[in-house]
C-alpha cells in the first residue's frame, strides 16, 4: 500500500463508527469520559481495554454520561469494578457540561446520589455532601477502638493500623502519621486497600498534617492504585482530622502529589464542599478491534 492508499484508509477509518472519548484529568488524576446521550453505552471489555495504559488509552476512572437531566454519571475503576463518587472527575464532567452550555450550578446523579456542582475562581467546586462514619456504611466488620478502625498487622507487609472510617461515595480508612507515612501508600496501601474485614475494598488514605489549615495527601485507591490525586479521598481526610480534633474547623488546602485542592468543612457531619482544576488533555474515537 503505498502512502497516498495508506492516508485514504486512515482517514475512512477515523470517520467510521466508534466511541467517541474525552480524557481530562483533576490534579493528575486522570479519567476517559464517554458520552452516552449520544451513542451507544460502552461494553466491559471495551472499558477494560481502554484502561491498558500501553496498548489502550489508561485513565484511573472511566466514566460514561447517560440519563437526561440531572445527567447521570457512571464510575469504573481501571479494573472495572465501580466506584460511587470521584470528586475530581464530577468537576472534570461540570467543565464539559459547562461547556456545552448547562446552566451552572448543576446537578451530577451518582450511584452515590446526587452531587451539585458549580463554578468558582479556581476551577469548580463540588458539594460532596455529608460524610458517613459508622463502620456499617464502609463497610467494615473488625474491630473497633473507640472511633478508630483496628487492622492487625499482615506479617512483613504492614503493622497493625488505627485508621479513622469516612464514607464519602467512596469508602476510606484514613491513617494520620509523619511525611514518612506518606512513603507507605505504594507499600502499604494494596493489602489494606483489599484486608478482609474491608468486604467491598477500602481506599487508604496517609495523611500528614503540615499547620492548622493545611494537610499532605496521598491515597492508594481500590481497584486504581496510588493516583495523584483523590478528591472523595481529600474530603474524607479532612473530615477525619476535623472530626478528630487535630484541625480545626474551615477551609483546609490539601496538597497532593498532583497538586492542591480546598476542602471546606465546618464539622458535625455537615456537608463537604471540595474546590479544584479541571483540565483537558485530548479528545479521540475509539475502535474495537
Not at 476510606?172 to 511525611?179: C, I, M, R, T
Not at 465546618?266 to 479544584?276: E, R
Amino acid at each position: 500500500m503505498d502512502q497516498r492508499s495508506f492516508s485514504k484508509y486512515s482517514t475512512q477509518r477515523w470517520q467510521m463508527d466508534g466511541i467517541k472519548f474525552e480524557k481530562m484529568h483533576g490534579l493528575g488524576n486522570d479519567f476517559v469520559i464517554i458520552d452516552a446521550r449520544h451513542q451507544d453505552y460502552p461494553s466491559m471489555e471495551t472499558i477494560q481495554a481502554m484502561a491498558n495504559r500501553h496498548w489502550g488509552i489508561g485513565f484511573d476512572q472511566l466514566v460514561v454520561l447517560h440519563g437526561g437531566v440531572p445527567v447521570h454519571m457512571d464510575i469504573y475503576n481501571a479494573d472495572g469494578s465501580r466506584a460511587g463518587a470521584c470528586g475530581n472527575v464530577t468537576r472534570c464532567v461540570a467543565r464539559l457540561l459547562d461547556e456545552e452550555g448547562m446552566p451552572m450550578p448543576c446537578t451530577i446523579r451518582t450511584t452515590a446520589g446526587d452531587l451539585l456542582v458549580g463554578k468558582v475562581a479556581v476551577g469548580y467546586e463540588v458539594d460532596m455532601g455529608a460524610p458517613l462514619r459508622s463502620p456499617p456504611t464502609i463497610p467494615f466488620t473488625g474491630s473497633m477502638h473507640g472511633d478508630e478502625a483496628i487492622i492487625p498487622g499482615d506479617n512483613d507487609l504492614r503493622p497493625t493500623l488505627h485508621a479513622q472510617l469516612v464514607n464519602m461515595g467512596n469508602p476510606h480508612a484514613v491513617l494520620f502519621g509523619d511525611d514518612e507515612l506518606l512513603e507507605k501508600a505504594a507499600i502499604w496501601g494494596p493489602s489494606l486497600s483489599t484486608y478482609e474485614e474491608f468486604p467491598e475494598g477500602v481506599n487508604a488514605g496517609f495523611v500528614s498534617v503540615k499547620s492548622s489549615d493545611h494537610i499532605r495527601l496521598r491515597v492508594h485507591e481500590r481497584g486504581a492504585g496510588v493516583t495523584q490525586s483523590c478528591g472523595s479521598g481529600a474530603c474524607a481526610a479532612v473530615v477525619a482530622a476535623v472530626d478528630s480534633g487535630r484541625m480545626l474547623a474551615g477551609p483546609i488546602k490539601v496538597d497532593t502529589d498532583g497538586g492542591r485542592l480546598v476542602i471546606t468543612y465546618s464539622g458535625g457531619q455537615g456537608h463537604v464542599l471540595m474546590a479544584g482544576p479541571a483540565a483537558p488533555v485530548f479528545g479521540g474515537v475509539w475502535h474495537d478491534r
